[in-house]
């Protein structure tokens, strides 16, 4: 007699939920306020930031904040857009930039609205990423780099807090990392893997991305 095959595998739920793009912005947010408000120090907060940009599942990512408040108070909201030019209401949120290099360049800078993600490919070519002048629709911005026998550099206003979680393999990862002065700032976070190549990333001195609030 045939045995009866089980109950089809239904979605994953609870911790083994894996993570999306969403989920992890969230969660930088949230540490990200915690920095500000003291909670927590700045060696905690990069530890946590790595580990949350590296998670797969909603599991991993839970415990980083579960000694946080998960809310962002509205008036820290509408000071960290004071800096952004956010996208219209009802928008759709922008897709992923792509910035492909083979055996060649490419390059973005320039006044240009910066979304909350870009993909940067650099293979036997080079890829030039300057935020300098850019507008930033999102508080954080994620350079995903992948860098083969080629390099990504990554160029941001000085008042721009710079963070790293990537990788140099035969390679160099070589980011200048700082916090800005003001907490709700927005953040560049450079992701990624040099093999044998490399990635650097450094704030450029006089450029300042402008405080919205300022302005009127």
């Known amino acids: 007699m045939t ?5 089809a595998p239904g979605p994953a739920h ?19 306020e915690a920095l500000a408000e003291g909670r927590l120090t700045a060696d905690e907060h990069a530890e946590r930031i790595d580990a949350a940009y590296r998670a797969r599942t909603m599991g991993e990512l839970e415990p980083l904040v579960r000694d946080l408040p998960a ?7 509408a000071a960290a857009d004071a800096y952004a030019a956010p996208r219209p209401p009802g928008a759709p949120v922008r897709p992923a930039e792509n910035l492909v290099a083979v055996f ?5 800078k320039g006044r240009w609205r910066a979304g ?4 940067a490919f650099a293979l036997f070519g080079g890829v030039e990423i300057d935020l300098t002048e850019a507008l930033f629709e999102e508080r954080q911005l994620t350079i995903s780099t992948w860098a083969l026998f ?27 990392s700082h916090e ?4 709700e700032a927005p953040t560049v976070l450079i992701t990624g ?24």
């Open 180 to 183: 800005a002065s003001d907490p």
């Open 104 to 108: 060649g360049g490419a390059t973005r």
């Open 14 to 32: 609870g911790p083994e939920l894996r993570a999306s793009d969403a989920d992890r912005d969230r969660i930088a947010d949230i540490l990200r």
């Open 3 to 7: 045995k009866a095959a089980g109950p």
């Open 71 to 77: 809310a962002r108070p509205a008036a820290a909201s």
């Open 150 to 176: 080629g390099g990504v550099e990554v160029k941001v206003p000085e008042n721009v807090s710079l963070r790293s979680a990537g990788t140099g393999i035969f390679g160099g990862f070589d980011v200048d």
């Open 116 to 119: 909350g993600r870009i993909n």
């Open 193 to 216: 893997c040099a093999l044998f190549g490399g990635v650097a990333g450094k704030a450029k001195r006089g450029k300042r991305v402008k405080d919205l609030r300022a302005a009127g």
